[in-house]
């Protein structure tokens, strides 16, 4: 699917389940109401009625790398999401779940993960789902950062004397990769990530990783 399709596809779900704020409670809520139980467990150690599922179903090696998950099959209808996400976390997670399911890329298979195009349309209705939920905040984050894009853009291309191409290229020196970091956070992310929309934010810096205060965020994971 296109962006497009995927829009529509969040515009229909929107509808269909008359979803206002896309809170954890909603979006649990309609998981439940689609005949999903969730279930909470730990990648290491988990208590005797979730382990013993995770083990009939062969579901040991999925539990031990990710942060969510769904599993359908004639007899389960399942949402596994980790308890140590935090709140905003778990919101994405059940968002791109979400995804995986109005997409339909469960009608065949009882567990995805694998597809690099399943993966996209996923994360592209979490945050299509997800910037609608945010509205004017997302628009105040672009309107915030394009005028710098912009003029970085004019300045690279008028290369006005050397000193001016020599700065830049100093400059491109101190940063990390195309990482960012929110003001007061402790992870560095994507700069598509949808946990930093809405945030300010600056690009991460070679000295910022020397120092070993941040962390790669666990829903855009930038190291990968």
Do not use: W
Not at 64 to 84: E, K, M, P, W
């Amino acid at each position: 699917m296109n962006s497009n399709e995927i829009k529509k596809r969040v515009k229909l779900f929107r509808s269909e389940y008359s979803i206002g704020d896309v809170t954890v409670g909603a979006l649990e809520s309609v998981f439940k109401r689609q005949g999903f139980t969730i279930i909470e467990y730990n990648p290491i150690i988990n208590d005797e009625d979730v382990a013993t599922v995770i083990d009939h179903l062969g579901l040991k090696e999925m539990v031990s790398h990710t942060n969510g998950f769904l599993y359908i099959d004639a007899n389960y209808r399942l949402v596994f999401v980790s308890d140590r996400l935090n709140e905003e976390e778990r919101r994405l997670v059940l968002a791109h779940e979400q995804g995986h399911y109005y997409c339909r890329h469960m009608e065949s298979r009882s567990v995805v993960g694998h597809s690099v195009i399943e993966e996209y349309e996923a994360n592209a209705f979490t945050i299509f789902l997800l910037r609608e939920s945010a509205g004017s905040k997302i628009k105040g984050f672009a309107s915030r950062h394009r005028k710098p894009l912009i003029i970085g853009a004019v300045i690279a291309g008028l290369a006005v004397g050397g000193g001016t191409a020599t700065h830049e290229y100093k400059e491109r020196q101190l940063y990390e990769g195309e990482f960012y970091v929110t003001m007061h956070g402790e992870k560095y992310h994507r700069e598509s990530c949808v946990t930093i929309q809405g945030h300010e934010t600056r690009r991460l810096t070679k000295e910022d990783i020397e120092s070993g205060k941040y962390e790669p965020c666990s829903v855009c994971q930038p190291d990968k």
